[in-house]
């Protein structure tokens, strides 16, 4: 089957999914994208680019298409009456996006979500947490309309939309995989996410800086995608921690899994998180990983780690994170092993099939 793949923000964990989908899928993946940068004009304005490099008669080039949901289809699809039934994919939705510093709420941008569904021939969201966010901020939204308010839009969602979660690579790394097990004297914290404000590096550097100072010994590698204007909280960490810092940048894959395979602890402290594909990987690495319960992450974890994996408030952060530190590397291990196991249930060999099905049956 062939597949037209589109995504408008080509980066981050969208340029992953995309990539390693498309390697994995056993159809024909054809991808067109943009760079992720602007995702206000991606959201607004990109249907008009994307109908020019759609290729003509697109209904006899593809049987299927797969966009990302940062685009106006119900436009596209205006402009490109001939593309063949979509899945819409939805990585986020702008409804519960935490807002930037300076930034106002704006429900256009979520509007468009709510259209993009509508306009699909199927939509999925890559959680549970994910699509019940949007549907809860849409209903509260259509309560507040002056007038013209249609009846009937939130069971059109729910009966559009489903729930496929997205996929990993499987871990490369054999020499690195085989160097920890050798006993580490100091273990090591990872930090694997995007240096911006809705990952809150605020509250997990405050945490790491708080155990130095009670002589918790650690390294710290930073990893994630940079940017020129990152929070200032980078720099802060820098100044504190620079005697614990081993790595920070934003290294190529064969070195980024190597560094996860040589950590002890993976730390989210993010404000937003649909899936949490950063800290599946480390965890499928053999990080034990401490994360906030509101989010995504006990919907992906197994139920057996809730107790030792989720914290709800800054002391509990402490107190779980300084607990697992203070364990020899002999003791961390019998807590990461089975979970890095069943990691495995996140692989593309397991959940490219899924999507594949999912496309089979629009087509």
């Known amino acids: 089957m062939r597949v037209l793949f589109i995504e408008t923000f080509y980066g981050g ?4 999914f995309a990539d390693q ?3 994995a899928s056993r159809n024909e993946i054809h991808l067109i994208t943009l760079p992720p940068r602007f995702w206000k004009w991606r959201q607004a304005g990109s249907a008009m680019r994307l109908s020019q490099l759609i290729p003509p008669k697109a209904d006899t080039l593809f049987d299927v298409v ?3 949901g940062m685009l106006d289809l119900a436009h596209l699809k205006v402009l490109r009456p001939d593309l063949p039934p979509v899945l819409l994919y939805l990585h986020e939705n702008q409804f519960d996006y935490p807002l930037g510093p300076g930034e106002k709420i704006d429900f256009r941008y979520g509007l468009v979500d709510v259209m993009n569904i509508l306009a699909s021939d199927k939509a999925a969201f890559n959680s549970s947490y994910n699509r019940n966010s949007l549907m809860t901020e849409c209903g509260k939204l259509f309560k507040r309309l002056p007038d013209a308010i249609p009846s009937d839009v939130p069971a059109k969602l729910e009966e559009k939309s489903t729930v496929l979660y997205p ?3 499987p871990m490369t790394g054999t020499q690195d995989r085989n160097a920890r097990r050798q006993e ?13 404000h809705d990952k809150n590096p605020e509250a997990a550097f405050d945490a790491l800086i708080r155990l130095a100072r009670r002589s918790v010994r650690f390294e710290l590698a930073i990893l994630g995608e940079n940017f020129s204007n990152e929070p200032e909280a980078f720099n802060r ?8 810092i081993v790595f920070d940048g934003y290294p ?4 980024y899994n190597e560094w996860l395979y040589k950590g002890s602890v993976v730390i989210s402290t993010a404000m937003q998180e649909n899936f949490g594909l950063s800290v599946i990987e ?3 690495a053999g990080c034990w990983p401490l994360m906030p319960r509101r989010l995504a992450y006990p919907e992906v974890m197994p139920q057996w780690v809730s107790g030792a994996c989720f914290w709800d408030d800054g002391p509990s952060l402490d107190a779980k994170l300084e607990k697992v530190l203070r364990l020899s590397d002999s003791e961390r291990r019998k807590l990461t092993s089975p979970l890095s196991s069943w990691m495995k249930t996140y692989e593309w060999t397991v959940r490219a099939p899924l999507i594949d099905d999912v496309l089979e049956r629009l087509s």
């Open 13 to 16: 964990s969208h340029k992953t």
């Open 21 to 23: 989908y498309a390697e």
């Open 66 to 68: 797969i966009a990302g």
């Open 167 to 169: 996929g990993i690579a």
């Open 184 to 196: 580490r004297k100091i273990p090591l914290v990872i930090w694997n996410h995007r240096h911006e």
């Open 237 to 244: 960490a820098r100044r504190h921690l620079s005697k614990q």
């Open 252 to 255: 190529e894959r064969i070195r």
């Open 282 to 284: 480390a965890a499928a």
